[in-house]
């Protein structure tokens, strides 16, 4: 949660006289209230607030943030209140609901993009300890997944073992639907986990993260079971190299999209760079993909372009990937802390070649 | 899915042209594809069609609609071509999602609001049958909590094991998160699940659903565990009392109101109903909670108003409470099918006092 001094400069920044923050990230990065679906934040040049129902009677005791428990009737009063220009976040908010606002509160309600995501960035060192405490839930659920890949076992059985091992050992949750991807199903980035059977002589990518007090892990490991060699073996060392030669890269100052096309250059030196079809990798916070993207696009494109430049504090994964179509493939995935003088690994799995 | 003469009449009543949906239950429901959140259906005079991108290369046999896998600036290129009044889900388009729209379509972007859900009140007989399907599943897997009902048991492990059993036995996933509230955690309603542990002489409220083919179920029970006497015991058979009475007036031209109300009275005559501090059901489709509202509120508040009177092929919970702050409470909740002559019920589990 920023200084208080942090949101009114904020304001300011913008020209507005309020902002209301709708966002659940968003709301509860700043009130780390457990149920921010349910809960708004009003910004003022008072202070900050947390709104939610009577649905949640001890926000009070849950939220940092002084909390409102309103009936809908007494939110309307309070929103008439406002006065001036007042912001909302309008890649949240639906547009039914910005007109029940503008008609609760008669005001010049201006759109914002990316007003909190931009404070988010870089993770204080609590939201860092939240990181690396849901890192190590994941390393212990996929040391434990590796017991468990055996021809003839489904994916979606893996997975479903992953996140139980998760709740289990206290996370949250899984931060996202674990992948397990083998054979040729290592080819979709994007794959999830099926009713397909593991083979001998498939890799199998586990994509894997867990969430605690709100914050998410992610990475990322691909395992040989039994013998596998030829392309696929090659794509791992390249992606392996892409890998290493990327975290080398990483420090204060560089510019998020050249991470990328470190990594792409390495892949293009062996013919694969047309194989690596995504971004080289995302922040890491209260949501599973936030800024910077380290991405050819970084700072293209609609939206606000925040963390163009890496900078001390903030976490991100690297991990690039091969995706031979009709084949199968290879992503290696680490999470990093950006540091005064370079980067800290999170994630601390060995990641060389494994054959299980 | 509809028809698409339905789809055709829904344009003509609405004067729109054409009809851009995003809110992801109703492109699956259009389209049956199983990543609606990242697709969009269009629906224009010549037909309906499925838009997604192309992390979907499958999409085509996915979708029971024709699919078109576009980059950004194709499907910008086809929105550009639309023509005269468009109509947009005003509940779920974000406002810059609209801006973008705009620039991309300048035509007259209509906001509607439960266009699509109104076609989704009345069930077809396929996705009753995939309701029932997540209902038996649900059944099962409560009975395996009964026999993890112990003292000592913490309420989250309960309801982990609930989700485990469910995805283990096939289902996608437990509709929402289990609900497992006892002693007097059973007087919040929406308690979730939570790390006290299960006492002697409490009563356990279990209310959990499965996800069968995207649609989900719904039920709840009310348990003793050992010996339980007094206001809780007196609120329970109170509680069967309203649920039995409010499922005996349900047929269709019933008004969804009146049949909260005849709850409500049975409550009153009890002294109880103050306690009742929730609606008495809801719809249950791809959502789990949909039109219409078993509600006092039916028909006022802001948003379409749907489901007034009870029609043959809705399915809807019935779901009566006591809460009892500081003390506990209770909840039953059966789930049904209006038919031509009154209910079938689609929970089967016994619903009387339970001791274990
Ligand atoms: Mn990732
Ligand atoms: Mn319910």
């Given at each position: 949660m920023p200084p208080v001094q942090d949101l009114r400069e904020l304001l300011e920044r913008l020209g507005l006289d309020a902002l209301y923050i709708t966002k659940p990230q968003n709301v509860r990065y700043l009130s780390?209230?457990?149920?921010?679906?349910?809960?708004?934040?009003?910004?003022?040049?008072?202070?900050a607030f947390l709104l939610t129902d009577p649905r949640y009677p001890e926000a009070e005791r849950e939220s940092r943030l002084p909390a409102k428990v309103l009936k809908r009737e007494e939110k309307a009063a309070l929103l008439s209140g406002l006065r001036g220009r007042v912001g909302f976040e309008a890649a949240h908010l639906p547009y039914a609901r910005l007109m029940a606002l503008r008609e609760m509160a008669p005001v010049e309600w201006v759109p914002t993009e990316g007003a909190i995501e931009a404070l988010r960035l870089?993770?204080?060192?609590?939201?860092?300890?939240?990181?690396?405490?849901a890192q190590a839930l994941a390393e212990r659920a996929f040391h434990h997944a590796l017991t468990l890949l055996k021809p003839g076992v489904r994916e979606r059985d893996v997975a479903l073992e992953i996140e139980y091992f998760l709740k289990k050992e206290g996370a949250e949750g899984a931060a996202f639907p674990p992948i397990v991807a083998s054979g040729v199903r290592g080819a979709l980035p994007h794959a999830g986990a099926s009713e397909k059977a593991l083979e001998g002589g498939e890799l199998v990518t586990l994509d894997l993260g867990a969430r605690v007090a709100g914050y998410a892990s992610d990475m990322t490991r691909t395992v040989a079971l039994g013998q596998v060699d030829g392309p696929l073996k090659e794509a791992f060392f390249a992606?392996?190299?892409?890998?290493?030669?990327?975290?080398?890269?990483?420090?204060?100052?560089?510019?998020?999209?050249?991470?990328?096309?470190?990594?792409?250059?390495?892949?293009?030196?062996?013919?694969?760079?047309?194989?690596?079809?995504?971004?080289?990798?995302?922040?890491?916070?209260?949501?599973?993909?936030?800024?910077p993207a380290l991405s050819p696009y970084s700072g293209q494109g609609p939206g606000p372009h925040l963390g163009l430049v890496l900078e001390p504090g903030m976490v991100v994964t690297v991990e690039p990937g091969v995706y031979l179509p009709g084949v199968g493939g290879v992503r290696i995935e680490e999470l990093v802390l950006v540091t005064e003088g370079g980067i800290e690994l999170l994630s601390t799995l060995p990641r060389g070649w494994q054959a299980l």
């Open positions: 780390g209230f457990p149920h921010p679906e349910d809960a708004e934040v009003l910004l003022t040049e008072e202070g870089k993770k204080a060192p609590e939201e860092v300890e939240a990181i690396r405490r992606v392996l190299e892409a890998l290493e030669s990327a975290l080398e890269l990483i420090k204060p100052g560089v510019e998020a999209k050249a991470v990328d096309a470190r990594a792409r250059e390495v892949l293009k030196a062996r013919g694969l760079d047309r194989y690596f079809v995504h971004s080289l990798g995302h922040g890491v916070g209260l949501e599973v993909h936030e800024a």
